[in-house]
């Protein structure tokens, strides 16, 4: 089964490049079969990790920054693929 990570956050205010440098640099203990990162609009950043795993398995996930640098807590969801047909 693959089971997909999102986490998502957004910036401070000015913060957007601060943000998304911080999420580039942070590296999980272990390796997803694959990693991606996006932004949006506001200064969001969002991260998608696939990992080859259960759906209920413990995964390693992006920490929350500190020191203001998001407006809220993080975001974060997890799914599993399904296949159509």
Do not use: C, K
């Not at 640099?25 to 694959?34: D, G």
């Not at 500190?66 to 159509?84: C, M, P, Q, Y």
């Amino acid at each position: 089964m693959t089971v997909a990570l999102m986490w998502e956050a957004r910036a401070a205010e000015g913060r957007g490049a601060e943000l998304l440098a911080w999420v580039r640099e942070q590296r999980l203990p272990a390796r997803p079969l694959r990693r991606e990162t996006l932004r949006a609009p506001q200064d969001r950043v969002l991260v998608i990790t696939w990992w080859d795993a259960p759906y209920d398995a413990e995964l390693p996930e992006l920490p929350e920054p500190e020191g203001g640098l998001v407006t809220r807590a993080v975001h974060r969801w997890r799914f599993e693929s399904v296949t159509d047909g």
